[in-house]
Nanobody
């Protein structure tokens, strides 16, 4: 399973960005799709996650500003980020909990990361 993320960039505070991440390969099923971020000198943290049934979860730091969604037919997860703040600056990683075809277990896969920079 491979993950390809896109959509990062430079934006002014208060602006918006939309990230996309598509999973490809021999995929049997995808349970949870998520976005994490890691700022310099900080630990990687969860930004948003969505289950196959559409249940979503956000930390308080992004709740009300970020929206995660997924297109199961395209194996794609999106992150709409509005009202961006300087503290949202980080490398954003997509992650899926998926079962590959012919595999017997579900495991976590990571994308390569995309830089989001918010200027104040």
């Amino acid at each position: 399973v491979q993950l390809q993320a896109s959509g990062g960039g430079l934006v002014q505070a208060g602006g918006s960005l939309r990230l996309s991440c598509t999973a490809s390969g021999t995929i049997f099923s995808i349970a949870v799709m998520a976005w994490y971020r890691q700022a310099p000198g900080k630990q990687r943290e969860l930004v948003a996650e969505i289950t196959s049934g559409g249940f979503t979860n956000y930390p308080d730091s992004v709740k009300g500003r970020f929206t995660i969604s997924r297109d199961n037919a395209k194996n794609t997860v999106y992150l709409q980020m509005n009202s961006l703040k300087a503290e949202d600056t980080a490398v954003y990683y997509c992650s899926v909990q998926a079962r590959a075809t012919f595999a017997t277990v579900t495991r976590t896969y990571w994308g390569q990361g995309t830089q989001v920079t918010v200027s104040s």
